[in-house]
């Protein structure tokens, strides 16, 4: 198992790439599912997530190969029949995203076996909505033994509302959709750029499909689709860590191979809080040099400030002079990372679904351990800003959506590495 050692208190000064979104290569790999033509995703990022979603295909009877490029890998998939219909739980229990398969598998082949995904270090996130959905899209859903099972000789197009907006469960229906008889409207559907970058691919690949990006998405099923090739967007996620990490280290970093227009609300988060930014088509560039002052933060679904970057903002928080009160809407046990930033010197106060920060403190180096993807990258921003040594055990969780972080954080000037124990 591994593990990272930073040595802290070096300000960040290089540039630093941006990877594939993990979010948006993982429901592309699902969709090749749809159709028996090879189909080719490039700038698809090398992460454990991408891993487990290529031994998942494998069950299921599917090609694919890898082949490294100057960005990212190309990753060619063929699904010309299937050996099994079922996602077993020894895989979907690494990664929820193991759920994305439900769609396009009754979709194409008329069913589904996929595990229970269970629930996770940051709360449960339940499958109803993906069950009610392709209910109401005709399929047959029930749930025996932790296994859910749908059936369906041929879905057919409906109008679904999502209760609560979900990401998971609009890309899955999206996918389900594509291949059903008839029209489907999905209304309150959610607008992440994942979504768009997912309806973009299936656009290419035959679908007919209006709205993605909005909050209703027309889709009109088409018999078949066809191959494509297609490359995924930036991690908009990496990039903010990148941008937080010029900040917490009062240094200057600048975030090639991004995309601005994707990280509105977490560029205008960092900048109340006091890091100056300035970007331009797929550049960021971020300086750390002024004074940090406390800012409110609140989650919320895109385009709001994302969940996936609340773990990283509080470790920001944590240096501005004065209390920040941050709010997490959209997962009830995602605060795990402030005990280990407490650990490390952190003045935090955690209240239900609120946690105040109260700065500036001197962070020192301390052992911490890692929980979940995010909250492994709360530490490493800690890390970096902290005095003296920091060691953060099972590295393997920030591994599952950063692609070698280390290498990449060590371009800029910091003192990082791994260790394997």
């Known amino acids: 198992m591994d593990r990272f050692v930073i040595e802290g208190g070096t300000p960040l000064e290089g540039t630093v790439s941006v990877s594939g979104a993990k979010n948006a290569a993982l429901p592309a790999m699902a969709g090749a599912l749809l159709t028996a033509d090879g189909v080719v995703l490039r700038n698809v990022p090398r992460v454990r997530d991408i891993g487990t979603m290529r031994s998942l295909l494998d069950e299921l009877g599917v090609d694919s190969s890898v082949t490294h490029e100057d960005f990212g890998n190309k990753v060619e998939i063929h699904a010309r029949q299937l050996l099994s219909s079922e996602a077993p739980y020894e895989l979907v229990k690494q990664m929820r995203a193991s759920i994305l398969v439900l769609g396009p598998l009754v979709a194409r082949f008329g069913e589904a076996h996929v595990s229970m995904p269970g629930g996770c270090a940051i709360g449960a996130r339940p499958v109803n909505l993906h069950l009610k ?3 109401r899209l005709g399929a047959a859903v029930s749930l025996d033994h932790g296994y859910i099972h749908a059936k369906a000789p041929r879905l057919q197009g409906g109008v679904f509302y999502f209760d609560t907006i979900s990401v998971t469960g ?3 229906l999206m996918m389900a959709a594509v291949l059903a008889d008839g029209e489907t409207l999905l209304e309150n559907a959610a607008r992440e750029p994942e979504i ?16 993605s990006g909005t909050s209703r998405i027309r889709i009109c099923g088409v018999p078949s689709l066809h191959g494509a090739e297609h490359s ?7 990039a903010g860590t990148f941008l937080a990490a010029a900040g917490i280290t009062r240094g200057h970093v600048v975030v090639e191979r991004a995309e601005p227009r994707h990280m509105t609300a977490v560029i205008a988060k960092l900048v109340e809080l006091g890091v100056r930014v300035e970007s331009a088509d797929g550049r960021i560039e971020a300086w750390g040099d002024g004074s940090l002052r406390a800012a409110d933060a609140a989650t919320q679904e895109y385009p709001g400030f994302p969940t996936d970057m609340q773990a990283q903002y509080m470790a920001l928080a944590t240096q501005a002079e004065g209390s920040s009160v ?3 809407s959209i997962f009830e046990n995602r605060y795990v990372h402030a005990l280990e930033l407490m650990r490390m010197g952190a003045d935090i106060r955690v209240e239900g679904r609120r946690a105040v920060v109260r700065g500036k403190t001197p962070l020192s180096g301390a052992p911490v351990q890692a929980s979940d993807l995010r909250a492994s990258a709360s530490l490493v921003l800690a890390g970096l800003a902290a005095t003296g040594e920091t060691t953060i055990d099972r590295a393997y969780h920030i591994d599952r959506g950063y692609e070698r972080i280390e290498e990449k954080l060590a371009k800029a000037a910091a003192r990082i590495r791994r260790v394997q124990v």
Do not use: F, V, Y
């Open 170 to 172: 609009t890309e899955n």
């Open 133 to 135: 959905g392709l209910e």
């Open 232 to 238: 995924i967007i930036p991690d908009r996620i990496e």
């Open 196 to 211: 768009q970058d997912l309806a973009d691919l299936l656009i290419k690949m035959g679908a007919s499909i209006e709205g």
């Open 326 to 328: 941050i709010t997490e």
